[in-house]
């Protein structure tokens, strides 16, 4: 038979279990960004970016966005089916 103490090491166990499950899933999010709109970078924000050399868009390695730069989807024509 369990003693109290391991009961109440097996609850511990189990909420921390739960609580990382449910926070390691749940924090992340994407947001969606419509033609034309703009959104400014807030703080810590990392990742690769494409800049345009030489008339082709590279993918950088990682970077760090600095705070309250402005970035947006540029609004793209349909090409006419040819």
Same mark, same amino acid.
């Given at each position: 038979?369990?003693?109290r103490l391991?009961?109440k090491f097996g609850?511990?166990l *189990?909420?921390l279990?739960?609580?990382?499950?449910? *926070?390691?899933?749940?924090t992340t999010r994407?947001?969606f960004?419509?033609d034309?709109d703009?959104i400014r970078i807030?703080p810590?924000?990392?990742?690769r970016?494409?800049?345009?050399?030489?008339?082709?868009?590279?993918?950088t390695k990682?970077?760090t966005l600095?705070?309250g730069?402005?970035?947006?989807?540029?609004?793209?024509?349909?090409?006419?089916?040819e």
């Amino acid at each position: 038979m369990l003693t109290r103490l391991q009961k109440k090491f097996g609850k511990l166990l *189990t909420i921390l279990f739960v609580g990382n499950f449910v *926070t390691g899933c749940g924090t992340t999010r994407a947001v969606f960004i419509h033609d034309g709109d703009l959104i400014r970078i807030g703080p810590n924000v990392k990742g690769r970016v494409y800049v345009l050399k030489g008339g082709e868009w590279v993918l950088t390695k990682p970077t760090t966005l600095p705070e309250g730069w402005y970035a947006g989807a540029v609004k793209t024509e349909e090409k006419p089916n040819e």
